[in-house]
C-alpha cells in the first residue's frame, strides 16, 4: 500500500479520480473540480468499458474515459466514486491498496461501522478513523442531518417526522431522461413509456423511492433513519419517514416536524440556523420567500424556511428545506470530505499513521 507525505500538498496538487463519470453525481463531480479550477492532468476519468475512449469536455478541453478496472488507480490520491454499489464493492478496495483514498457516495458502506458516514459540517472529526474509505449519505440525509444538528443545540431532539419530495435526478440521468420524454409525449398527445419508474412520473408524485420493506417503509426512508443516527451519533433518534419521487429535475426538498425535548421558539430556531455553515435562511411568507427546488438548484446551501410552530405537538416546529441533490446531496459532500482530510493530514487510513 503506498503511503503519502502530504504536509505541504494542497487540494491542485491531489490526483482525483471520478469513477462513474458519465453519471449525474460525477458529472456533477467534474463540474465542480471545473468551478475550483482543478488541473486536467490531475484528473482521472473512470466509468465502465461502454464509455471507455469517450471524451468529456473539461474547460476547453477534454478528457478521455478510462474503464474502471482494479488496476487503474495507481497513483490516484483521491478516488471518487459514484458508479453503484456493486462497482465500489469491487474496486473501492483495490483502489485503497494502491494508496487511494475513496469517497463512496453510493449505499455499500454506509453502515458499515468500520467506516465513516460524514456530512463535513456534522461529524468532521469521524474522517480522523477512516480505514481507507469514508461513505456519504443519500441526498436526502445530508440535508436532513445539518438541520437537525443546528436544532439540536437549542434542545434534544426527541423525534421528527419528515416528508420528502424528491427530483428525478436522485435516480440519476436516466431518471432525468424518463421526465423529460414523458413530458414531451403526454403535452404531445402519446403515451409515456415507462423505464425508470414504476409509473408515469410525469404530471404525476409516486409515494415510492426505493424498494419496499416488509414493514410498509421503503428502503430510502429506513436509510434516513439508519444514517441520521449514525452521522448525528444519536441511537435513540426517532425518524419517520416518506419518500416521494416528483417531477423535478434538481433539488430534493423536506417537511420536517420536529418534537423537542423543551421548548424551542422560531425566533431561536432561525438563529441558530442562520449561524450554521452550509444553511441559508429563506423564510419571508409576506413577500413569498420560500426554500423552493428552482431556487437551491446550482447553488451549495440548504435553503430553509417556513420555520413555524408546530401546532400539533407542545414542543414542535415544523419547516420545509430545498437543496441541490446533486451538489451538496452528492459531489459537493464529496469533495468538502476531501478538503477535510487533506486540511487534518489524514488522506492516510488511519492505521498509517502515527500520533504526533
Not at 236 to 252: F, Q, W, Y
Request: charged share 20%; hydrophobic share 40%.
Amino acid at each position: 500500500m503506498r503511503t503519502r507525505y502530504i504536509e505541504k500538498m494542497n487540494s491542485r496538487d491531489l490526483n482525483i479520480a471520478i469513477v462513474g463519470a458519465t453519471g449525474a453525481a460525477g458529472g456533477t463531480a467534474l463540474k465542480l473540480l471545473l468551478e475550483r479550477g482543478h488541473p486536467s492532468d490531475k484528473i482521472t476519468l473512470m466509468a465502465s468499458s461502454r464509455s471507455a475512449g469517450r471524451k468529456i469536455q473539461y474547460g476547453d478541453g477534454h478528457i478521455v474515459i478510462s474503464e474502471a478496472a482494479s488496476e487503474t488507480f495507481n497513483g490516484i490520491d483521491v478516488a471518487i466514486f459514484a458508479a453503484g454499489g456493486l462497482v465500489s464493492r469491487r474496486l473501492a478496495p483495490r483502489a485503497v491498496e494502491q494508496g487511494a483514498f475513496v469517497i463512496d457516495k453510493g449505499s455499500i458502506f454506509r453502515m458499515d461501522p468500520s467506516i465513516p458516514l460524514v456530512v463535513p459540517e456534522v461529524n468532521a472529526d469521524d474522517i480522523e478513523w477512516h480505514p481507507g474509505i469514508v461513505s456519504t449519505p443519500n441526498c436526502t440525509s445530508t440535508p436532513f442531518v445539518m438541520v437537525l444538528d443546528a436544532l439540536r443545540k437549542l434542545s434534544a431532539i426527541e423525534a421528527v417526522t419528515v416528508a420528502t419530495y424528491q427530483s428525478v435526478t436522485g435516480s440519476g440521468s436516466a431518471g432525468q431522461q424518463e421526465l423529460i420524454q414523458q413530458s414531451q409525449n403526454v403535452l404531445g398527445g402519446t403515451k409515456a413509456e415507462l423505464d425508470v419508474y414504476p409509473h408515469q412520473i410525469a404530471f404525476n408524485i409516486l409515494p415510492h423511492v426505493d424498494d419496499f420493506l416488509s414493514g410498509g417503509y421503503t428502503k430510502e426512508e429506513q436509510k434516513m433513519l439508519n444514517e441520521s443516527r449514525k452521522i448525528l451519533h444519536d441511537e435513540n433518534l426517532a425518524v419517520s419517514a416518506t419518500c416521494v419521487r416528483v417531477p423535478v429535475e434538481i433539488s430534493h426538498s423536506e417537511s420536517l416536524q420536529i418534537e423537542f425535548e423543551s421548548n424551542v421558539t422560531v425566533d431561536d430556531a432561525k438563529q441558530v440556523l442562520s449561524e450554521y455553515d452550509g444553511v441559508l435562511v429563506v423564510d419571508d411568507p409576506s413577500r413569498n420567500e420560500y426554500p423552493m427546488p428552482i431556487t437551491a438548484a446550482g447553488g451549495d446551501d440548504v435553503l430553509v424556511g417556513r420555520i413555524r410552530k408546530d401546532t400539533a405537538h407542545k414542543n414542535g416546529l415544523a419547516l420545509w428545506l430545498s437543496c441541490d441533490n446533486l451538489r451538496k446531496g452528492a459531489a459537493l459532500n464529496a469533495l468538502q470530505i476531501m478538503d477535510e482530510a487533506l486540511r487534518r493530514n489524514v488522506l492516510n487510513p488511519a492505521s498509517q499513521r502515527t500520533s504526533k
